[in-house]
Each structure stands twice: as C-alpha cells, then as structure tokens.
C-alpha cells in the first residue's frame, strides 16, 4: 500500500532556531518527492521537488534531502522565522499508467514563536 | 499570468443540500484535480479530469462529481451533503495528466451544518 509517514506531528520551535521534519514513504512507482508550505486555509505552495537521483535541494532557508534507497526525506529550516509557521506536507509522486498519482503524508503542523 | 482560481472562498450549507465548487485553472493546463482536506490531516484525492473526462478517482462515493468544461475549467458537485463533508476542498491543475508544475489553488472552505 501506498503510504507516506511524517514526523513529528507537530512542532514549537523559537524564532532564529533551527528544525528538521522528517518524512518516510512506502511508494511505488516513485517518480518524485516533494515538499509542500500550507498556511492555515490556504492551498499548499511548492517548497521542492527531488527525483530519484537527486539527493539534497535548496530552496533559501529550506533544504531537503533524499535517500532513495531507504526511502527517507528531510527538511531542514534554518533561522526560522513567524512566517515559518505552517504545515509542512510530503508528498511522492507515483507514475500510474500515463499519469501520475500524488500521496500525502498528513503533515507537520510547525509553530515558530517569538 | 492567473494562477489555479477556485471560487466561491467560503460556503456554509445546510445537511441534504447539494452544492458545487468551481476551479479554473493555471494558463497552459489542462488537467484538473480535485482534493478534499479536512482539518490537521493531508489532503485527499478525490478525482482528476483530462479531456472532459474522469480519469482517475479516489475512494470517495458516487455522491461527489465533476465535470470539466472545453475551456479547461472545472466543478465539483457533493450531492445529500453529510456533516463529515465539511472541509477545505482543494484544486490542483498540471498539463497533459503530468505531475511537473503541479499547481494548487486557495480551496474552497466547505462547512455543512
């Protein structure tokens, strides 16, 4: 069963630290991993997306990493800021026939306080 | 150049009714996909339409449809509305049934009372 995992559920962190969510994934086939920013009632937004090959991408004070083999990824945030707080969702992007099928992970609910 | 627009932002209806939700999406795309999100958990897939027709769908029931139009643009119908259907209902749009530019729109928040 396709299935993506993350963790913590949620997170309090201080403003200017640090923070990494994880994410675990049982997908196949795998096409890509990406990592979404919702703020409450909104629509998630695109942070990065990784393929196979790709083992750590940047996108500013976010970085995600990939290990494809034990179907793990990270984002790391750095110097966190009040803007950071969202929830953070994983999602794999599995090939189904000539489309693509995208699972979910529930997400981590991250609050920066001041 | 209009991101994925959903409209109306905001609904309240009452148990029974019907209702529907309307997504245009991003210039260039022609793909549609539907999601129901319901408060602290990921969102759900519902169904996707290519080409005016249903292509892929979630375990959702037949009490939710949809329907794309020529223009690309795109409705969701929830029929005998049910107090657990109150949610975020979310539309992503992408091109040719790809998941590269895979775009979301604000959602529509749904509550049933």
């Known amino acids: 069963k396709n299935q993506v995992e993350q963790s913590p559920q949620s997170l309090i962190i201080l403003e200017g630290k640090n923070c990494t969510l994880q994410?675990?994934?049982?997908?196949?086939?795998?096409?890509?991993l990406r990592w979404y920013k919702q703020d409450t009632g909104r629509g998630p937004v695109s942070l990065t997306i990784m393929t196979f090959s790709e083992n750590t991408k940047s996108n500013g004070r976010y970085t995600a990493t990939l290990d494809a083999d034990t179907k793990q990824s990270s984002l790391h945030i750095t110097a966190s800021q009040l803007s950071d707080s969202a929830s953070y969702i994983c999602v794999v992007s599995a090939k189904v026939d000539s489309s693509y099928k995208l699972i979910f992970g529930s997400g981590t609910r991250l609050l920066v306080r001041p | 150049d209009a991101g994925v627009t959903q409209s109306p932002t905001h609904l309240i209806k009452t148990r029974g009714q019907q209702v529907t939700l309307r997504c245009s999406p991003k210039?260039?795309?022609?793909?549609v996909s539907w999601y129901q999100q319901a408060l602290g958990q990921g969102p759900q897939f519902i169904f996707q339409y290519y080409e005016e027709e249903e292509r892929q769908r979630g375990n959702f029931p037949d009490r939710f449809s949809g329907h794309q139009f020529p223009n690309y643009s795109s409705e969701l119908n929830v029929n005998a509305l049910l107090l657990g259907d109150s949610a975020l209902y979310l539309c992503?749009?992408?091109?040719?049934?790809?998941?590269?530019?895979?775009?979301f729109g604000s959602g529509t928040r749904l509550t049933v009372v």
């Open positions: 210039s260039g795309h022609d793909t």
């Open positions: 994410c675990n994934y049982t997908v196949s086939p795998f096409s890509n």
């Open positions: 992503a749009s992408s091109r040719d049934r790809g998941d590269y530019g895979y775009t």
